[in-house]
Each structure stands twice: as C-alpha cells, then as structure tokens.
C-alpha cells in the first residue's frame, strides 16, 4: 500500500500547479479551492471555517482525485485524502485513503496506529436519483467491543440517497443518508443525515462568475442541525 501511496502522489506533483485542461491524448486535469463557513460531512461536524483544495486527473472514466481541508481556527484536524475511481454510464466505483492529522506520522500504517482510513466505494446514477455505499475496510476504523471482551472491526458503513432538481432557477439536491450498523458515525441503525443543497453561479462581471453554494443538514441521531455556505474556486 506505501509503494502505491508514494506512485499516487508522484502522479499528482507532475500536475500540481496546473489550470483545468483538456491535453490531446483526453487526459483531464482539473485544479481548484472551496471556502466553506463550516466543514459538514455525513451529517458530522468536522470543523470551522475551512479552505478545501483539489486537484483531479481523469481518463477514460478512470480518476484520480487529491482533497484537503486546512480549518481556521488551530483546532481543527486537518484532513488529506486521495481517491481512485472509475465511472462507466452512471456506475462507480472508488477507494479512498483518507488521513487525518492527529501528529502520526503520514506513511505510518500499521494497525492501531495509523492516521489513514480506507473506504470503499459503489453506488449508481440514475439520473433522477443517485445511491451510493460506502464501507471502511481498513485503517483507523472504529473497533466495537464483543460479548467475549474482544474488539472487531466495525467496518464502518454508510449509505446515501440523492436527488437533484432544479428551482426558481437555482439547482438543489435533497438526500438522506444512513447507518446499517454500529460504527463510526452511530451507535446501529439511524438516519445520519437529511440534508438540502443549493448552488448558483454568482456573476461578477460580464465575463467572471463565482459558484456559490449552500446547505441545511439534519442529523436525526444526534438531534444536531447545521446551515453551511461556501464559494468554489
């Protein structure tokens, strides 16, 4: 897993720097930032004001995507991810390395020690309706305890429903997203997430627009509500 690591981030620093292009052998490489007024994900509070960079490369359905998020405020983790995927009509499927800062070391992976996490991903667009599953398969996963006073890996899941639609002009995505089981984000079965989106370009000038974006997110388990704004770059 290092080695492929260390082949992963030598294929992004060939790009870094570079504007959203399309090269004649159709390879597509796309580089961009996000500043949200809060970082939520899955129904989780995961920090304050954040700046979120990205850069991706695609081919041929086949994807590689780096992502951070560096808070404002000194207290928030910041969060490096890398993501493999593959999209063919509206299926796909993908693997991502996430890694948090906690003070670890980053090419540190053995088991209980590690800051990385990594998930799986399937799902499908149906055009009217996405659904996509997401499990974490190895890595600082959460470990639940057994009857025996021994710990297995919770294989943490969770699964979401979007649809898209559009309104007085603006486009909106309404979703519901869910716990199987017992894992990271919940205590067993629960709906984690019921969220409404909403994005708009933001003309500037004639010719220069800002994408804007907003978002109202419920979390049923918890009974926490949160309200997120944010423009893309």
Same mark, same amino acid.
């Given at each position: 897993?290092?080695? &492929? /690591?260390?082949?992963?981030?030598?294929?992004?620093?060939?790009?870094?720097?570079?504007?959203?292009?399309?090269?004649? !052998? &159709?390879?597509?490489?796309?580089?961009?930032?996000?500043?949200?007024?809060?970082?939520?994900?899955?129904?989780?509070?995961?920090?304050?004001?954040?700046?979120?960079?990205?850069?991706?490369?695609?081919? @041929?359905?086949? @994807?590689?995507?780096?992502?951070?998020?560096?808070?404002?405020?000194? +207290? !928030?983790?910041?969060?490096? !991810?890398?993501?493999?995927?593959?999209?063919?009509?509206?299926? &796909?499927?993908?693997?991502?390395?996430?890694?948090? +800062?906690?003070?670890?070391?980053?090419?540190?992976?053995?088991?209980?020690?590690? +800051?990385? /996490?990594?998930?799986?991903?399937?799902?499908?667009?149906?055009?009217?309706?996405?659904?996509?599953?997401?499990? &974490?398969?190895?890595?600082?996963?959460?470990?639940?305890?057994? @009857?025996?006073?021994?710990?297995?890996?919770?294989?943490?899941?969770?699964?979401?429903?979007?649809?898209?639609?559009?309104?007085?002009?603006?486009?909106? %995505?309404?979703?519901?997203?869910?716990?199987?089981?017992?894992?990271?984000? %919940?205590?067993?079965?629960?709906?984690?997430?019921?969220? /409404?989106?909403? %994005?708009?370009?933001?003309?500037?000038?004639? @010719?220069?627009?800002?994408?804007?974006?907003?978002?109202?997110?419920?979390?049923?388990?918890?009974?926490?509500?949160?309200?997120?704004?944010?423009?893309?770059?």
């Amino acid at each position: 897993m290092k080695c &492929n /690591l260390r082949v992963m981030a030598a294929m992004l620093l060939v790009v870094l720097g570079t504007s959203v292009v399309k090269a004649q !052998d &159709n390879v597509e490489v796309s580089v961009g930032a996000d500043i949200v007024s809060s970082y939520i994900w899955r129904g989780q509070d995961c920090g304050g004001v954040s700046i979120q960079p990205t850069i991706s490369v695609a081919k @041929s359905g086949l @994807s590689l995507t780096a992502w951070g998020s560096v808070g404002l405020d000194k +207290d !928030d983790t910041k969060e490096f !991810d890398l993501t493999l995927g593959y999209n063919i009509g509206g299926f &796909n499927i993908a693997i991502t390395d996430y890694w948090f +800062d906690y003070g670890g070391k980053y090419f540190q992976y053995a088991a209980k020690k590690t +800051d990385h /996490l990594f998930e799986a991903t399937v799902g499908y667009d149906f055009g009217i309706l996405s659904v996509n599953w997401n499990t &974490n398969f190895a890595g600082a996963d959460y470990f639940k305890e057994k @009857s025996d006073g021994t710990w297995d890996r919770a294989y943490s899941s969770y699964a979401e429903v979007a649809v898209p639609f559009k309104l007085g002009g603006f486009d909106f %995505s309404a979703e519901l997203g869910l716990t199987p089981w017992e894992g990271a984000y %919940s205590d067993g079965f629960n709906v984690v997430n019921i969220g /409404l989106g909403v %994005s708009k370009e933001i003309r500037i000038t004639d @010719s220069f627009s800002v994408p804007a974006f907003a978002k109202l997110t419920v979390n049923p388990n918890t009974e926490k509500t949160y309200f997120a704004f944010g423009l893309s770059f």
